[in-house]
């Protein structure tokens, strides 16, 4: 955790838009699955670029949490700076040491489960309703275009690695892997996925 804290007060990953991949996946195949009343989480936000993306797009149930209490600082102020009146509920803890009083109907998770030690499938599962959706965006396997990045994390896990274990509780219904260019050859980097709980 410190270490992720030392990197947003270094501002390393401090962004102000959501990623454009996941804005499109979003749109092309999650949206027409929820309302505005659905129940929206998201882990590891960071400074908050997805959630602005929902409040944006009118939903009225939307919260998220980061290990990180610096991010959510920034979060949390780059959204009231923005946004009146809006119900978000931002808050820090460790998705290990996550407790919800609620379930939700979608997780919007871009490069946190990627990133959290010990990641166990069932408690992910069990944050969601029975056919919640799980929007995923993960590191796929260690290709050769994969830039480590010690000074912010120290664990990764990759799809391939843990597609066994997300089975047992999901369903994957959909996957687009990512390619870099590797001296023109394609490298699958990393890989955007969605996946129903059973
Ligand atoms: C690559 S950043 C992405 C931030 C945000 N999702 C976005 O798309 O802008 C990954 C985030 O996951 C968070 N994270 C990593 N491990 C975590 C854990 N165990 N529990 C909660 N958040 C974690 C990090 O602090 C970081 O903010």
Sequence with gaps: MELINEGYLQGLEINLFPESELVSLFNRKVKSLINNQSNIIEFGCGCGNNIRMLVEYGYNNISGFDISERA??????????KYNNTNVNLFSSDFNKLELDKKYD????????T?????????????????G?????????????????????????????????????FNITYIEKCYKNLNGEKDINYVN????KK
């Design 72 to 81: 959510i600082d920034i979060a949390k102020t780059m959204i009231n700076n």
């Design 106 to 113: 979608l997780i919007i998770d871009r490069a946190c489960i």
């Design 115 to 131: 990133h959290v030690k010990d990641i166990k499938f069932e408690k992910v599962a069990n944050c969601l309703e029975t056919n």
């Design 133 to 169: 959706i799980l929007l995923s965006c993960c590191f796929f396997e260690k290709s050769k275009t994969y830039i480590p990045r010690p000074e912010m994390y120290d664990t990764v896990n990759y799809f391939t690695d843990f597609k066994e274990e997300i089975e047992k509780y």
């Design 193 to 196: 996925f969605i996946a129903v």
